[in-house]
Nanobody, 124 residues
């Protein structure tokens, strides 16, 4: 069955960096568009970035220029490199696979498979 397992979260100071990983299994990652989402305390889950099968990327405005999404299909892994982190980036970060909707969508309802999430806390 499809499985997505995130790792790499933790506590980091403002201005710092973290790299999140999402290990996938149960499907051929090469063929699918993948996304990263996050949910801050008391807020709705939001899309952060997505990457198409051919490597095209889309970012939400709040992270563009600071975060980079990438994929290594040989390792069945999706990455989110986060730099210049801010306290408002604090959230649980989720990896997901798109199963519906338009290409390069960041709509939560277009993603049918989700990981369990990894906590990122940005604080001094």
């Amino acid at each position: 069955q499809v499985q997505l397992v995130e790792s790499g979260g933790g506590l980091v100071q403002p201005g710092g960096s973290l790299r999140l990983s999402c290990d996938t299994s149960g499907f051929i990652q090469d063929y699918y568009e993948m996304g990263w989402f996050r949910q801050a305390p008391g807020k709705e889950r939001e899309g952060v970035a997505c990457i198409g099968a051919a490597g095209t990327t889309v970012y939400v405005d709040s992270v563009r220029g600071r975060f980079i999404i990438s994929r290594d299909n040989a390792k069945n892994t999706i990455y989110l490199q986060m730099s210049s982190l801010k306290p408002e980036d604090t959230a649980i970060y989720y990896c997901a696979r798109r199963t519906a909707g338009h290409p390069f969508s960041l709509r939560i309802s277009d993603y049918g498979y989700w990981g369990q999430g990894t906590q990122v806390t940005v604080s001094s």
